[in-house]
């Protein structure tokens, strides 16, 4: 399975087998015996490839890591079907960290002993870096803080990386979160708590700064991991913009059918309605644009400044999304209120209780999904509420057709 790749074998080392091992795994239970061998060959040409651009990392301490993390590269460029973050996630953990799980049968770092030892073998890794960086310029750069015995708190930090450099130059930076959070992962099997300010793909260096997960301090810091807009491409947010740009105003102007249902009956409530719908229109295409432009806005500061670009993307959102947003939720509320109203005083052929098929269906799966918790399924739900809201307006409204005029088909015969 190792043989026949062509690099500099002087330079760089094969990947470990164990990782190989599991990538094809990966990719014959997702894609099929067939289809999955011939993709891990695939996933191996590409590896050599990749390598003729990479910086020599073999003997070094990081060695393992930096040649899996070219491998995963590889693996992720040559899918016929680009996973999710979210999807990659458990894997990429399993891929990375595996062996932390053992590891945190065995260690706890709530006791100090477990700790101090962590504390030691994380010193003992930043001398050998030390060293290696005097042979290996283009290595990792591990700056080292003393270990604070007293308070349980291990410090250190890179401030050069070879996998976020790399990254960068390749075009690999959408799935730098999988990598940048599996440190977070590892943590956590070994019942101790990371916690980050910074990273190398986004910032000018990756700090560690590791408590038992028992710590008074763990509690006092939000662990964020590294968001998944931090990896949106310019291109995606291009596509995502040019979408919703279009997507919108043609769900709005579906709308027009319920308008229609009560224009007869009520030219008060048909055109309350129509105001609702130009509205929504409007501004839901506003929202839709700055939030595209809020997420582009973040990852170009989060850039140059990481330890700002939370407060500087709040100043922004009040500046430029606050205003949009309001006016939308005014005429979302027309558009809402009024449908209901005309529904229930029976201003439309349907039956009074039909007013349960409006967009508060959206409203609800937004409440349910909170109440679920933050996963990816029940995020990507409340991210597209309205549609959800609007699938179920127009498909309820559609069962109820035929019933609804055969009704007045005996109306009107009589």
């Known amino acids: 399975m190792n043989r026949g790749l062509n690099f500099d074998r002087k330079k760089h080392c094969m990947y470990p087998k164990a990782m190989g091992k599991k990538i094809r795994e990966k990719l014959i239970t997702d894609f099929g015996k067939t289809v999955g061998d011939q993709l891990w060959e695939k996933t191996r040409l590409k590896y050599a490839e990749l390598l003729s651009d990479a910086p020599s990392m073999k003997g070094t301490p990081h060695s393992a890591g930096a040649y899996t993390a070219i491998l995963f590269f590889a693996y992720y460029s040559i899918l016929p079907e680009k996973l999710s973050i979210e ?49 290996n310029p283009d290595g990792f750069i591990n700056v080292q803080t003393p270990f604070d015995k007293e308070n349980g708190i291990i410090r250190y930090k890179f401030t050069q990386c070879p996998n976020a450099e790399f990254a960068k130059k390749h075009g690999f930076e959408d799935i730098m979160p999988l990598l940048c959070n599996t440190d977070y992962y590892g943590m956590d099997q070994l019942h101790a708590c990371l916690i980050r300010t910074s990273n190398c793909v986004k910032g000018s260096f990756c700090d560690f700064c590791i408590v038992a997960d028992q710590n008074p301090l763990a509690d006092k810091y939000e662990r964020i991991r590294d968001s998944r807009y931090l990896g949106v491409s310019d291109e995606r947010i291009f596509w995502s913009t040019l979408l919703g740009t279009i997507g919108i105003p043609l769900e709005c ?158 109306i009107k015969s009589k």
């Not at 039956?351 to 269906?361: A, D, Q, V, Y």
Request: aromatic share 14%; glycine share 8%; charged share 15%.
């Open 87 to 135: 999807a990659l996630e458990p894997f990429t953990n399993e891929l990375f960290m595996g062996s932390f799980k053992t590891m945190g049968k065995l260690f706890n770092m709530n006791r100090k002993a477990d700790l101090c030892l962590l504390a030691g073998i994380m010193k003992s890794v930043g001398k050998k870096d030390a060293a290696s960086i005097r042979k």
């Open 253 to 410: 102007m579906s709308w027009f059918g319920i308008y229609r249902l009560m224009s007869e009956r009520s030219p008060r409530h048909a055109h309350a309605y129509r105001a609702g719908i130009f509205g929504c229109m409007l501004f839901g295409v506003c929202v839709h644009v700055t939030c595209c432009a809020a997420v582009y806005h973040y990852n170009k500061i989060y850039r140059l400044l990481p330890d700002t670009a939370f407060d500087e993307l709040k100043h922004f959102a009040l500046l430029f999304l606050l205003a949009s947003t309001v006016l939308f939720i005014i005429f979302f509320g027309i558009a809402i209120g009024v449908q209901i109203s005309a529904f229930v005083k029976e201003k439309t052929p349907y039956p009074k209780w039909c007013w349960i098929f409006t967009l508060l269906f959206g409203a609800a799966v937004i409440v349910i999904c909170k109440l679920i918790g933050d996963f990816p399924l029940t995020n990507a739900l409340s991210t597209g509420w309205i549609s959800l809201g609007n699938i179920w307006m127009m498909g309820g409204l559609l069962v109820m057709m035929p019933k609804v005029e055969k009704t007045e088909f005996e």
